[in-house]
């Protein structure tokens, strides 16, 4: 009997006994019962009958609590926690008919609050605890002072149950705010067992604190800290936030704390248990926070933030990029590290900007990445300026001298970081004779690992500054943007990394004195003439065919190497046909490609795409890129090839439209191409061009020797077929360059191809696939390359991987008689 069952449970010999017994009415416990049996019996073939006796049961339960006095309400509401039950064949919690009466009673008693506490804390299930627990804190707010300092325990209890226990965020703060207030309101100097997480590493200087001084002052100042829930708080949370740090002295508590996020131990899994309750348990992971601590680490953050002035800039961002980047050896906390990131834009403190900086070129998360955004605009704001204006501003220099080199003194030897050229950085050591070397000395290595560990990752810094301003400068070409003439000067020429890159490139300047406004493109490295006041980059979409002529002719006479193609750079213009079309284009559509080869191009070039595979919505694949400083986005669409019978994903994709999309306040629409700027749209194409020719099956040298035939009519008809852009751009760069190679005279351009005159046959390579068709029968000719393989002392105007593979063909082909690989010499002298 369930009754009978509810009384030997109620036994406890905890002081509550009387008022458990009290409540255990049995004629509701009857009915209750047998309810419970009808539920049963609906299950199995009694269905029609006793759903209809299951429904007069749960009307006269109604009806018997909807006439409870407050006394028999109370007792009732007792009756109905006591006898909830989750079991293997039922739950049975009442939620709905405690809640109702609890809200309309009144009268409670401390015992009875206490019985309701401990009850709720006993449930099994997280989510039916808190659903519990939120109508006992109502009933706990109607006690007097008196009745709250009387079951103190017990909310201890169910505070320290709750920061135990996976529920809802956003659930488990309201209830964790309920019950510490009312913990407050007995002893305002207590902080709850809980609230401070007992083994983290980062929280020690809290719990030091809150032992050596438990003033009301540091109890109030930590339960505002857990009190934040969102990334950023508002300026009520900020102003007190302020206060009671200053109250509690605790300006120096907050920085240790963040300090200790952003460098101490993390929490081992194996020790501390999962980070989130989703995560398996035999998955080891190391992180910084617990997911029930979350609220109270962000709250540090931003305390930080508002007290520690410039001081806290360096532990935001070291924070931020511990538990936002990649390979830090901890799991992403993406609230906590956006919650940084949001910090650093709010400080207005320069050295903010160089760490945001570093975040954007480090961080790949792209929920992270849109915060950056919004936090460097925020924080653009600040100073006056706009984001773009803020993104160039920041630019560490990391204390190099104009010329992107630095020199310290190590051990005795001159110790020297320098930017070489437009994507190397090297150290080099001088030792007291005079002599220089790239090795470490032994005096520098043995006598001081401290300095030369420091140098390297100052090194290490560099080459990533560097590598992303390569990739924002460049970016910019679709940009259009112009700048005053000293404010280039700083920001780019006179810049110690920037200006290695932008020296290197050719600009175009609007001089003072020329009434028609005109543009005048200026050689690398070369200074403008007249009064400049505008400056912007070059961008041949802009130029006339001889202004381009003139300039590759010029970049190969003088051997000019440029980061990044300008003056050879494809163009690609609006064609009839996608006018015609008019919000999308085919041009690169229909091709089959190594889709890993293209997810991996994709990120390496910034664009953001989903994943194809064998799950819901990994049909159809999207990837997405900004072009015009955000202004525009570019949207190549691709799918898994036709009969492609990968695993999970895709061994091949096939390519499809490409379509354009301008923001619209917070959103984007669709737009016809017509409307596409021609530098964002020569830019995009430019890209998609790049995926299709890199990771197209066309280039693939030993595509043919697989065995495989659903893709080779598209393999014959792409890999020797028309050029693409690159692929003339390509051609008119050998134009200049085969004259001057030793292997000229037995080089010509034919069309498509570069035709090879060896000793053993003639050799057609083809401009686009770098594949190779032999003469006189045109048979195939598979060349895999070798890594690392080099064109020597060739200049190349540009990098160019396909480029300085048709070189090392040609090269080789011309000299075939030299020619010691056994697998190609067969294919030779088959058909000679």
């Not at 002893?187 to 719990?207: K, V």
């Not at 609220?295 to 007290?307: C, F, K, S």
């Not at 090839?641 to 301008?662: C, K």
């Amino acid at each position: 009997m369930l009754y009978d069952a509810l009384v030997a449970e109620s036994r406890r010999n905890d002081g509550l006994d009387a008022v458990r017994s009290a409540a255990l009415d049995r004629s509701l416990v009857d009915l209750l019962e047998h309810q419970r049996t009808e539920f049963r019996r609906s299950m199995g073939h009694e269905y029609r009958r006793s759903g209809a006796q299951g429904a007069a049961t749960r009307t006269e339960i109604d009806g018997r609590l909807a006439a409870c006095t407050d006394e028999e309400g109370r007792a009732a509401v007792l009756c109905l926690m006591l006898a909830a039950c989750f079991d293997d064949t039922s739950l049975w919690q009442y939620e709905a008919e405690i809640g109702s009466l609890i809200s309309r009673v009144r009268g409670w008693t401390p015992d009875e609050v206490a019985v309701m506490l401990l009850r709720a804390t006993e449930y099994d299930m997280s989510h039916w605890f808190a659903g519990a627990l939120s109508p006992v804190l109502d009933a706990a707010g109607q006690l007097d002072a008196d009745g709250r300092r009387a079951v103190g325990p017990w909310l201890r209890l169910a505070h320290t149950r709750l920061m135990d226990t996976t529920v809802e965020a956003r659930l488990r703060a309201s209830l964790a705010q309920r019950l510490r207030a009312l913990l407050a309101s007995v002893d305002e100097a207590h902080i709850p067992e809980g609230l401070i997480p007992a083994g983290a590493p980062w929280a020690a200087p809290l719990r030091d604190c809150a032992k050596t001084s438990p003033t009301s002052e540091t109890a109030d100042f930590v339960r505002h800290l857990a009190s934040l829930q969102g990334p950023r708080p508002a300026q009520r949370w900020r102003r007190t936030c302020r206060e009671l740090a200053d109250a509690a002295s605790a300006r120096d508590l907050v920085a240790d704390v963040l300090r200790a996020l952003a460098e101490d131990d993390p929490l081992c899994s194996t020790g501390s248990g999962a980070h989130t309750a989703w995560l398996p348990g035999g998955y080891h992971h190391h992180y910084v926070v617990h997911q029930n601590d979350a609220d109270l680490a962000r709250g540090i953050v931003w305390a930080a933030a508002l007290t520690g002035g410039p001081a806290a800039v360096r532990h935001l961002g070291a924070l931020a990029l511990r538990t936002g980047g990649h390979g830090t050896g901890v799991i992403e906390d993406l609230k906590l590290a956006g919650a940084a990131i949001n910090a650093l834009a709010e400080t207005a403190d320069p050295a903010s900007l160089e760490a945001l900086w570093r975040l954007q070129s480090r961080v790949r998360h792209r929920a992270l990445r849109k915060q950056l955004d919004t936090a460097l605009v925020t924080a653009a704001g600040k100073q006056g300026i706009t984001a773009e204006q803020l993104v160039e501003r920041s630019v560490p220099d990391h204390g190099l001298a104009p010329d992107g080199s630095l020199e310290r003194e190590v051990g005795g030897h001159r110790v020297r970081v320098a930017i070489e050229g437009a994507g190397t950085v090297r150290l080099t050591f001088s030792r007291p004779d005079g002599g220089t070397s790239r090795t470490v000395p032994a005096a520098v290595k043995d006598g001081f690992p401290d300095e030369l560990l420091e140098l390297r990752a100052l090194a290490k810094e560099i080459r990533g500054t560097l590598s992303g301003e390569r990739a924002r400068v460049e970016a910019l070409m679709s940009a259009g943007r112009e700048w005053p003439y000293e404010e280039w000067c700083r920001y780019y020429r006179d810049h110690p990394v920037t200006g290695t890159l932008v020296r290197g490139l050719i600009w175009e300047f609007q001089n003072a004195e020329d009434t028609d406004g005109a543009w005048r493109a200026v050689a690398p490295a070369a200074e403008p003439t007249g009064r400049p006041e505008r400056v912007r980059l070059w961008h041949p979409i802009r130029a006339s065919t001889d202004d381009i002529r003139a300039w590759r002719e010029r970049i190969v006479a003088e051997r000019l190497r440029q980061p990044f193609k300008r003056a050879f750079r494809e163009i690609y213009l609006l064609t009839p046909t996608e006018e015609k079309t008019g919000v999308y284009s085919n041009r690169f559509a229909g091709h089959i490609v190594h889709y890993r080869q293209l997810y991996a191009l994709f990120k390496e070039r910034g664009w953001q795409a989903n994943f194809l595979g064998r799950y819901d919505g990994g049909h159809d694949g999207e990837a997405r890129a900004e072009f015009g400083d955000g202004e525009w986005r570019a949207c190549f669409h691709h799918e898994p090839a036709v009969d492609d019978d990968g695993g999970y994903a895709p061994e091949h994709a096939a390519t499809d439209q490409v379509r354009f999309e301008r923001r619209d306040g917070r959103h984007r629409r669709e737009v016809p191409l017509t409307e596409v700027p021609p530098l964002v749209f020569s830019e995009a194409m430019r890209d998609v061009d790049l995926f299709v020719g890199v990771t197209s099956i066309a280039a693939d040298p030993d595509w043919t020797d697989r065995g495989e035939d659903r893709y080779a009519a598209y393999w014959r008809t792409a890999t020797f077929g028309a050029l693409t852009a690159s692929a003339e751009v390509r051609r008119e760069a050998l134009e200049r360059i085969l004259p001057r190679l030793k292997i000229a005279a037995r080089c010509a351009l034919d069309g498509r191809f570069l035709v090879v005159r060896g000793d053993l046959r003639s050799y057609r390579i083809h401009l686009g696939s770098a594949n190779i068709l032999m003469e006189p029968d045109d048979s195939y000719l598979c060349i895999v390359p070798s890594r690392g393989k080099s064109t020597g002392n060739v200049f190349l105007p540009f990098e160019d991987e396909r480029l300085s593979l048709i070189l090392s063909k040609a090269f080789l082909l011309a000299a075939d008689t030299e020619i010691t690989d056994k697998t190609i010499l067969r294919q030779i002298e088959r058909g000679a």
